[in-house]
């Protein structure tokens, strides 16, 4: 079968996105790029994580054009097109509808680096200017706020991650949910949560490099 290993963890990680109760229902979308072969696997479109066999996985090449897809892709097919394309660091893709990253997209509001772990996806989450769900215009606007970052909210409708790897973008999507919902709870008290200077982020772009990982940068997070 055609990129086995890419669809199988595509479905692996659809489950896990419901396991770790990130998305509910068929929201959401996880690709898995093979960039010597210029293919990609995407989730099928509307379909339950948990009955997705490996074959009913959509793979795309980066065209845009269906090379093997017994079933329709997600809508968001122009969304992880664009990412592979733009961004040679990324290889996996995930986008969700956790719930309080996407209150804060609702707010229009970008995830500020008020805890450490928002340095595996860069200085800060922005925020990207909203579009209809599926259109070239949404994937323009994601591509564009992401901005070298490797994580962004999509204004009322939810986030996306992207990395060297999909476990590593399916890691990165946990934590911003995880600080997305610290920094909910802290406005919720009344108050803006005091933020980590720009210096001591760049030092944990550092520390996670060197964190039982080879040597890696902002850049090249090896995440
Ligand atoms: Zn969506």
Redesign the pocket.
């Known amino acids: 079968m055609l990129l086995q290993q890419e669809r199988e963890l595509v479905v692996e990680y659809g489950k896990k996105l419901i396991t770790a109760g990130l998305t509910k229902g068929t ?3 996880v690709s898995v790029l093979n960039r010597e072969q210029g293919l990609f696997a995407l989730s099928p479109s509307g379909m339950d994580y948990f009955t997705i066999e490996p074959w009913q996985v959509a793979v795309l090449d980066l065209e845009g054009n269906l090379v093997d897809a017994p079933y329709k892709p997600s809508t ?1 097919h122009e969304l992880h097109r664009r990412l592979y394309v733009e961004r040679p660091d990324m290889n996996g893709v995930v ?3 956790t719930n309080y990253a996407t209150v804060l997209s609702c707010l229009r509001k970008p995830l500020p680096p008020l805890h450490y772990l928002i340095a595996l996806a860069g200085y800060e989450v922005p925020c990207a200017e909203y579009a209809t ?1 599926g259109s070239a215009e949404l994937a323009e606007n994601v591509v564009r706020a992401l901005n070298g970052n490797r994580a962004a909210l ?1 204004a009322n ?2 986030m996306i991650a992207g990395a060297k790897t999909v476990q590593a973008a399916f890691r990165i999507v946990e934590e911003v949910e995880y600080c997305a919902m610290l920094y909910c709870q802290a406005i919720a008290m009344g108050q803006e949560p005091v933020l980590l200077p720009k210096e001591e982020m760049e030092r944990h772009f550092e520390l996670f490099a060197t964190y039982g990982k080879p040597a890696v940068t902002k850049e090249n997070p090896g995440c």
Request: aromatic share 10%.
């Open positions: 929201g959401g979308n968001e986008h969700a509808h769900f999509m409708h939810g």
